[in-house]
């Protein structure tokens, strides 16, 4: 009975997400693109509701990333135009400093084989060599300079959490890490797919992907949560207290 439940919770997830993207693919199709925007944020609090529904609470960490990612999500509404891009860009960098700190406790970088470091140093000083240059290059074109600041601060978090996620992932080699790195590339591309359509060449079409794109990684991360809190979810008043530490940040 407890593996059904699971299974139609999970089914139940999976077609939240499927029907969020239909409606936007839908809206899309009618020549709405304005009302995609509207119902673009409603990944989060779909998502939420769901998860309260098989669980009780929410780390810190993962809170204030759902709340920063959704006021971005919902910035269109709150700032006025002329500041719309920076207070977005603000909002979403704040969401990805605190996947930065649910991920970060799991990589005990001094334990980790000296070549797969070395191997993600170099990673990591070459991404920061092109995130320089490509702000120059920016600087040149855009006037706005706390635009391009926010742009190489909003590049430089996803750096990082994608350095910090993968090197989670060499060191553990579990499912959870692969499960979290593959959430962080969604939103990787997602955010590229942004920086296009913003400094590039509008298109709906890649609007729409990349709505999907950040969808899906809002799906990924919600697994990893739960799988996490599957895993740590007290059973008892003793079970509580040891493991309160540990889920505070999960």
């Not at 990612?69 to 509404?77: K, T």
């Not at 005990?108 to 140093?121: G, N, S, T």
């Not at 006037?143 to 742009?151: D, I, K, S």
Request: charged share 10%.
């Amino acid at each position: 009975m407890k593996n059904s439940f699971k299974f139609t919770f999970n089914t139940v997830f999976l077609a939240a997400l499927i029907l969020l993207i239909a409606v936007n693919i839908f809206d899309v199709a009618t020549g709405d693109v304005s009302l995609m925007k509207t119902t673009m944020p409603l990944f989060i609090p779909v998502f939420l509701t769901l998860f309260f529904i098989k669980y009780s609470y929410l780390g810190i960490a993962f809170m204030s990333f759902l709340l920063f990612s959704f006021l971005g999500d919902i910035s269109f509404v709150l700032f006025p135009e002329e500041i719309l891009m920076e207070a977005s860009s603000v909002l979403h960098t704040l969401s990805f400093f605190y996947l930065i700190l649910m991920i970060a406790p799991n990589l005990e970088f001094f334990k980790v084989d000296k070549i797969i470091a070395a191997y993600l140093l170099f990673v990591f000083g070459i991404s920061l060599y092109f995130l320089f240059t490509i702000c120059s290059l920016l600087s040149e074109i855009i006037p706005n300079r706390t635009e391009v600041l926010l742009y190489g601060m909003k590049s430089f978090a996803l750096i990082v959490l994608t350095f910090v996620s993968f090197g989670v992932y060499l060191y553990t080699q579990t499912k959870q890490s692969i499960l979290f790195f593959i959430a962080v590339v969604f939103f990787g591309m997602s955010v590229m797919l942004n920086y296009v359509i913003v400094y590039y060449s509008y298109s709906w079409v890649l609007e729409l992907l990349q709505g999907i794109l950040y969808g899906v990684a809002l799906f990924v991360v919600f697994k990893y949560v739960m799988n996490n809190a599957a895993v740590k979810e007290p059973r008892s008043i003793e079970l509580k207290r040891n493991y309160f530490s540990d889920t505070i940040w999960s």
